[in-house]
């Protein structure tokens, strides 16, 4: 079963390796994949007499860990293994892993997370300088479990992994929508199944102030609606994230992007307020004002209670699409400029970004905040964050500084998995000498969150996250998209046992669209659609809120049709061969099509809301009618009749039509299909 | 679609009520149902406009509430609706529903739930005497969203609604499995959408001691192997109850049922120790020591740290299942009950209790206890909560001591939704009198934890303890069990927009046990088993311990197939008349049956962790093949040949055999079937 493409790509990164091992065939379904891996001849065979022993020195974590590892190795196999919680005291004989640390790790960059795994017919080990990097290879050995007809196995082999970057984040905003304590605890188990290491928390926005403030408590009191994190909530959040080795950067995004802050402390604004609470999206003019010496004196305590709550070295301050209308309509402000040989308002910010590096530098924080706080003069451990794309990135770490690129991982942008796959933090091209590259210390997948709820926000990250990490964590060189798809499909089934509601909330959002009627007919249409890309989905007649429902096909739809994908390659291989094996495949989805409206038609009448879609899923009946008609004219070699062909202009025209803010996503293979019986 | 059995059982408790109400008809899926209703002519129609306003007297919970309620009528609905967070200051011109409440509810035993919900076509009142009422208002008032082709709608009625029991409640056992805070806020939600209104929080127990205790902090250390709530979250969770209107109580089970706070604290122990945690399931013996001043000094401490934490007026000891054994054992404790004339264990426990019935008087706490607790002498404001039965509920309350019921409520047992609907706290032939009932309070759904995780635990409270809330709430002659049946399948289904797992998490396991192959036909086949059921799995070859793995087919499968009770409604129809027009669904559903194993056993292949079901699902073919021949008899009005029926007799034998803790439940179906064809 593919088994041939999951192995050339691991050959193409090592020197020795073997298909079959002993009896055994073995595809490897690793995501990320190492950067290092040989398989050996044999197996190790899984039973219910399966142990673990840790060796000194280690600690909760890494206890925990094992414990957690043994479980999920338990829930796959149904296996009933004899150890209870894995601590210093379990003493055993004969462990059948032995897990080797050579110290504590420290929740820092550049922390080292190598591990080396060794598996061997009778014995497994895993050996790593830190319990962090132990972790790293408790996620490999689960992913090396393999089945046969006697049972469960690992194949025999030897890994020697390290990350290529030190920095692997992915950014959750709580701030847009809300999101409660478990769905970031389950993100986070996600993120440490696929070898992330920061977790960065998009916590203040305009639409919400999302963290218990002791100092300045208006800021959850008025600023959130309600919904905030407690300090308490942090606190544990921190420590989940720690117990699975990854670091947690908070940021509050200032000057622009404030309006929260404003509507309970309007005193820090630049306009004379008062605030209200921001429902919509987009640039909003609220800012703080950056002569008003309150500001920094509000902001000095803010931080400070902050930088003790929050114990990453970094500090996220945002710092991001600042529009300067209310600076420009401030007298004041104006007139300080003008004192103060300010030339425009990105000096001013310069000059706001540079009170506010003092004020963390007093409490022992560096820096890290989007492309628009890099100015000159800055000292070299502030992080850009890079959202423009590669050439701030490449500007910024020619001039000596540290950067780390998101630009190209905007997963709310409902792009697909190979378009992130393939963005690069340091593309083969770049122009960056060897040691301006180790600037680039990574990159963050980013979750922003005007259009996901706690409903959608898993199916937004994952699987897609996976990719990224991969491209994170795996050599370069590791590019095949075929395969990159084929493993991230049984990466997602693996982080569904993580509580990830990514696979099962799609059901559940079209049960709730059919009420709760048979979804089948529903499922083969939002099977083949997807949200609209980028921005689009605020320009289609739908004005939304906060408080909007995202609950209709656009948030049930996937963000990547894996059928449409699919489709399109039986498509490619019918055209070059109408006797392919697959071409069965692609007659009968054609004809599952074709009937699908009709049923879908009588759900749709009882479920009001399923309205919006039914032009479109009548579009796809046609197109599967056109499509049968050009496969068959295709295997009789014959060319479509010309006013069949004809017609189908106005067809592909209006089938490519986004309704509901969705799109059909096999227009373009029917497209084809019809190209070439034309020809 | 079975609008009439719906009807009908309405017009059983109602004088006056319309079916068709002008051009729409109207199946009401309320549960559960109220004390009465009214339906009247015409509807409210349902828009984007559709606005809401609270009159004084309110607080935070009832704007919480509306806002969810808005929230949720989105979701259903797809609808942009122009009011977010709803508070004092949401002023309207003209509401379309309007919310009236006299007074802020107190979260206290009998407190005043009741509600009036009127509809007209312009205009909805919801009027409660507390804000309490109002929110069992705004769950009713959402089940009675409607749908036509013109879109959504509510039927004209007047509902007036009061519950039948002042006490009616959820137990969650976290001590077996730890349940981590968002299994129990969804669970909740759950309680609140069917009118639950007692959250029981079993949190000590031999295998887990859940809270931590700040005078006493070896209980959770020591004690929880790190799963404890923290105070904070205990808080909240507390808070997030009141928001629904419901109470917690927290039980700390004592003097037996006690190994975990002994293995923090070994001098309360009867026996010298020290203990170890206990990882098995059944009746333990470490005891607290009832002789021991410390006991007393330890648990006065103790509960007064409890009795601030947990506002509730009430305060449950346990008391349960002391076996006595350590008791006997202690030369100490023997002297004690001869120096005191103390005849056996049980007057020895009425010691121990009445010793904590002072303390916990002394800090204003009035004391439930299971059964056992319940002795001569005690202050009748205690509550006995029956385990055993309605012979200990009735012997209470004729004493003139309170009671509720959970015999027949334990929901860990597998029993059929009927089973519990039909347990009756005062059946229709109770010996007590009118003012002896009224010291039955209600009763409690027990969800004990041993068989249990977070993954499975929604699916073993949901949907049946929906149909056991209708039994607290609703009048007692509400008991038409296929209607019940009905409204719980559509509840169950709205049970799920409140984040319950019930229904995803058995794709997600079926997943999980396929290795992510095609789950239909292990579907096909987990649909038509159920666990075994009351303590049986305990006694079939496995031995559970709280770190088994949960995550078998015995896990994934629900408590009640409903295709095996749809199946037999099938059989008796085709037994009564082969020509009936469902006769053929009948037949279809055997022939599925009879073609699955071939396709589930190519999954088994690939996946060992169903080799223990494999042949139950050959059973599930034979038994098909056996019911087609004797439906193929029946239809032609012949009789089975005699070697036919001969060899089923070891088919069903066979077939009806547990194996992997799951059992067929279609045997007894196609039993009849072919008895019916044998004559």
Redesign the interface.
Known sequence: MQKHTGICIIVSILLSMSIVNGDQQTTLNLMPIPAEIVLKDGIFRLDESFTLKIDDPAD?RLY?AATGML?RL???????MP???ITAESNLENPQIIVKTSRIGELKLFEDESYSLTITDKQITLIAETDIGALRGFETFLQLLS?D????YFPNCVINDKPRFPWRGLMIDASRHFM???VIKRNLDGMAAVKLNVFHWHLADDQGFRVECKTWPKLHELGS??FYY?Q??IK?IIAYAADRGIRVIPEFDIPAHATSWLVAYPELGSAPGPYSME?GWGIKDPTMNPVNEFTYAFLDEFFSEMAALFPDDYMHIGGDENNGKHWDANPEIQQFMKDNDIPDKHMLQAYFNKRILKILAKYNKKMIGWDEIFQPGLPTDIVIHSWRGQKSLIESAQKGYMGILSNGYYIDLIQTAQYHYLNDPIPEDTPLSAEEQKQILGGEATSWGELVT??TVDSRIWPRTAAIAERFWSPRSVKNVDDMYRRL??TS?HL??L?L?H???Y??ML??LT??HDISSLKTFADVVEPVKIYTRHHQG??Y?????Y??VVDAARTESMTARHFSKLVDQYIADPKNPDAAELILQLSVWQENHRQLVEII?????LK?IESMSADLEALANLGLEAAKALAKNKKLKKNVVDASVVLFENAAKPRGQVELMIVPSIRKLVSAASN
């Open positions: 909760s925990q479980r338990a829930g796959r196999t149904g296996y009933f150890q209870d919680y089945v007809q006697n049972g469960y409660p304590v478990d609606d309600g407690t308490d909530q544990e429902r706690y409903e499909e049984v089934f569904e046992e509580g509601l696979l099962k909330n059901d559940m049960r709730r009420k709760d739908k004005k809120m906060s408080y909007s429902p609950t209709r009448k009882v479920s009001p809301v919006e």
